[in-house]
């Protein structure tokens, strides 16, 4: 991991790199967990190219590989462009993060809060049922988010992400589509 960590610092003399936003101050490139390993930079597709590239230098010293099956790569304000060019070169899922349901709940509870009295303590009862409020303006509601809701369209947009996912069997022509019959060519 001491190579790793060193092809990843060469990184900061290239100008064409950037570094994620919330680790460039420390010049943060990695962070490694007992067998979990998070790679950090810009959104960027050359930046992320860079990194991918130190990445595949790290096997030829240490012959630990890295299962692209267990590997996910997440975005935070990248272009939905941007991201679809980055997965298809790295050919990584897209990972989603899962919001737990105590804080989706603590999430809802704050908004109530700040809605109706502006601030984060409930000083009063509340004049108007939380799941009307998040019912359209057509409806009668005030059109704000649910965050449950949100959630859980979320998840379920993920996964039919997932589920559209193509694997091909090298050259014989195989074609694999998650959920769907084989079918022989591309």
């Given at each position: 991991?001491?190579?790793?960590?060193?092809?990843?610092?060469?990184?900061?003399?290239?100008?064409?790199?950037?570094?994620?936003?919330?680790?460039?101050?420390?010049?943060?490139?990695?962070?490694?967990?007992?067998?979990?390993?998070?790679?950090?930079?810009?959104?960027?597709?050359?930046?992320?190219?860079?990194?991918?590239?130190?990445?595949?230098?790290?096997?030829?010293?240490?012959?630990?590989?890295?299962?692209?099956?267990?590997?996910?790569?997440?975005?935070?304000?990248?272009?939905?462009?941007?991201?679809?060019?980055?997965?298809?070169?790295?050919?990584?899922?897209?990972?989603?993060f899962l919001l737990p349901k105590k804080i989706v709940s603590l999430i809802?509870?704050?908004?109530?809060?700040?809605?109706?009295?502006?601030?984060?303590?409930?000083?009063?009862?509340?004049?108007?049922?939380?799941?009307?409020?998040?019912?359209?303006?057509?409806?009668?509601?005030?059109?704000?988010?649910?965050?449950?809701?949100?959630?859980?369209?979320?998840?379920?947009?993920?996964?039919?992400?997932?589920?559209?996912?193509?694997?091909?069997y090298g050259s014989n022509g195989f074609t694999y589509t998650m959920g769907?019959?084989?079918?022989?060519?591309?």
């Amino acid at each position: 991991m001491e190579y790793l960590n060193r092809l990843l610092k060469t990184l900061k003399y290239n100008p064409d790199f950037n570094f994620h936003p919330k680790c460039d101050k420390m010049g943060i490139v990695q962070l490694g967990f007992a067998d979990n390993l998070l790679l950090f930079c810009r959104g960027d597709v050359v930046s992320v190219q860079l990194l991918y590239q130190c990445f595949k230098e790290f096997p030829k010293a240490s012959r630990l590989v890295a299962n692209n099956d267990k590997s996910s790569i997440y975005f935070g304000g990248v272009a939905n462009d941007i991201q679809q060019e980055i997965i298809e070169t790295l050919g990584f899922m897209k990972g989603i993060f899962l919001l737990p349901k105590k804080i989706v709940s603590l999430i809802a509870a704050a908004c109530r809060k700040f809605l109706w009295n502006g601030g984060i303590t409930l000083t009063k009862k509340a004049l108007l049922a939380w799941n009307i409020v998040c019912y359209p303006k057509s409806a009668g509601g005030f059109n704000v988010l649910d965050i449950h809701v949100w959630n859980k369209a979320a998840i379920t947009s993920s996964c039919g992400t997932y589920a559209k996912r193509k694997v091909n069997y090298g050259s014989n022509g195989f074609t694999y589509t998650m959920g769907k019959d084989v079918t022989y060519g591309k």
